[in-house]
């Protein structure tokens, strides 16, 4: 089966940048989608097929995808974009849909 | 307001059985694919079934399929999922989410606790 690995977590200060890594086997052949999940609430579409924002996201947030890795980027940091980050895809080869491990993002 | 609102959650016994309902408004339901997504205790996200606009396509997680369908009213803007011979793992957090490939609306979930 389809795996994605991403580290379990990132420090980055305010105002600095925070990149989250999403590594899967030529997932750079994939869409990938993005969620921020904080605590206690549901899930957050904030980048989807690669590098697109839904209305109402920040343009701070932005992704990329190529080879074996898939790249969250957030700019100028904020307090508020502490939570958890997952990256999808969707699977053709197994029609599974797969989530990455999350990577918990913390704002020093 | 697009809003998706799930209920049935609740606590059962091993081997039991529970079905689970998201009632969608404020856009076109029978457009859309839809989807649950579990979250263990602590734990990450775990995509569990998938269903077309018109039922044509139905997907399921290896580690529910045989035990768990997906099924939808178009007519009653509504989504379920049937949950049998539930076990402790299948305890968790229950998601329906909007769309096919990126799930842009998701519900706040339902509680589903596996214990004896």
């Known amino acids: 089966s389809y795996v994605l690995t991403q580290p379990p977590s990132v420090s980055v200060a305010p105002g600095q940048t925070a990149r989250i890594t999403c590594g899967g086997n030529n997932i750079g052949s994939k869409s990938v989608h993005w969620y921020q999940q904080k605590p206690g609430q549901a899930p957050v579409l904030v980048v989807h097929?690669?590098?697109d924002r839904p209305s109402g996201i920040p343009e701070r947030f932005s992704g990329s995808n190529s080879g074996n890795t898939a790249t969250l980027t957030i700019s100028r940091v904020e307090a508020g974009d502490e939570a958890d980050y997952y990256c999808?895809?969707?699977?053709?080869?197994?029609?599974?849909?797969?989530f990455g491990t999350g990577t918990k993002v913390t704002v020093l | 307001e697009v809003q998706l609102v799930e209920s049935g959650g609740g606590l059962v016994k091993p081997g039991g059985s529970l079905r689970l309902s998201c009632a969608a408004s404020?856009?076109?339901?029978?457009?859309?694919?839809m989807n649950w997504v579990r979250q263990a205790p602590g734990k990450g996200l775990e995509w569990v079934s998938s269903?077309?606009?018109?039922?044509?396509?139905?997907y399921d997680a290896d580690s529910v399929k045989g035990r768990f369908t997906i099924s939808r009213d178009n007519a009653k803007n509504s989504l379920y999922l049937q949950m049998n011979s539930l076990r402790a793992e299948d305890t968790a957090v229950y998601y329906c989410?909007?769309?096919?490939?990126?799930?842009?609306?998701w519900g706040q979930g339902t509680m589903v606790t596996v214990s004896s």
């Open positions: 269903i077309s606009s018109s039922s044509s396509y139905i």
């Open positions: 097929d690669d590098s």
């Open positions: 989410a909007k769309g096919i490939h990126a799930f842009d609306i």
């Open positions: 999808q895809v969707w699977d053709s080869s197994s029609d599974h849909y797969v």
């Open positions: 404020g856009f076109t339901f029978s457009s859309y694919s």
